[in-house]
């Protein structure tokens, strides 16, 4: 009897002493994992930003969880991915449920504010998961846009071709005019006006200054429009062949939105006599 008591006494020494060892050897095994965030702002006149989560190892991660803390003077309008990702119910905030991240992985967060004041937006992010991170100094992250105009302006282009008709190997002159028929000033508008095909280039400004040539678009940079502000720009070109030309003209200003996308694009015929 007393030996099999000293045997039950050892038994649970000994499974003591397992779970003790077993116990440290999870802990000398237990997974790190040095998460980063970098956010970047893709435009520095808009409010978009992409949050890059990477897993640096050498474990995985589990439960990665990224918050953004929101600029103020903004309306949260979209976030990839849903539904891992939601705006708080003031839009003050950020939270994404990202899961698991395999060491070396990333997982890439597209935000998509709209201004309503200007000044500098900054968002910033942070990021966590179960495992200890190894180096915490890099699980935050902020970027920075700067918003010059808010509001609603309404850019528009007009294109005229003169002289229509004409032959070939003449001049031919482009007229655009851009007119904001918005409530808000525009900011950074822009006018494109890709070259139709068999035309030779020839020359083009604007009534705000020079146009550049990207491979055979014209793009005349036009500034800041006041509401009601008008501004043309002229392209001239050479025909090389007979029949009709088609060229279409395009506004887009980059900072403000748009009520009416449908007036942002104007085309024009012109007949090409041989
Ligand atoms: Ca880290
Ligand atoms: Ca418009």
């Known amino acids: 009897m007393h030996s099999a008591g ?16 077993l116990g440290s050897a999870a802990a000398a095994t ?143 002159f482009y007229v655009a005019t851009v007119t904001n028929g918005g409530d808000d000033d525009g900011h950074d508008v822009v006018l494109a006006f890709p070259l139709p095909d068999n035309v030779v280039f020839l020359a083009a400004a604007s009534e705000r200054g020079a146009c550049t040539m990207s491979g055979r678009t014209v793009r005349c940079p036009l500034g800041a429009f006041a509401v009601q502000a008008s501004v043309r720009a002229a392209v001239a070109v050479v025909p090389l062949q007979s029949g009709f030309l088609v060229a279409t003209a395009s506004v887009s200003s980059s900072t403000v939105a748009d009520p009416n996308l449908t007036d942002n694009a104007a085309t024009t015929r012109t007949w090409v006599n041989p």
């Not at 000293?6 to 779970?19: C, D, E, N, P, W």
Request: aromatic fraction near 2%; proline fraction near 7%.
């Open 6 to 21: 000293r045997t039950v006494v050892s038994g649970r020494i000994a499974a003591a002493i397992a779970l003790l060892v």
């Open 30 to 172: 237990a997974q790190t994992a040095d998460l980063s965030v970098n956010v970047t702002a893709t435009d520095p006149s808009d409010t978009r930003y992409v949050a890059d989560v990477t897993n640096n190892g050498p474990g995985a991660a589990s439960n990665v969880a990224l918050a953004v803390a929101l600029p103020g003077g903004v309306i949260p309008i979209s976030v990839t991915p849903t539904p891992a990702c939601a705006f708080s119910f003031d839009g003050s905030t950020l939270n994404c449920a990202l899961g698991s991240l395999a060491n070396g992985a990333t997982a890439s967060v597209t935000i998509v504010l709209y201004p309503i004041t200007t000044g500098t937006k900054t968002a910033t992010a942070s990021v966590s998961a179960t495992e200890a991170d190894p180096s915490p100094s890099n699980n935050t992250s902020s970027a920075s846009s700067t918003i010059v105009g808010v509001g609603i302006a309404n850019m528009s282009v007009t294109l005229l071709d003169v002289p229509d008709p004409l032959r070939i190997g003449s001049l031919l």
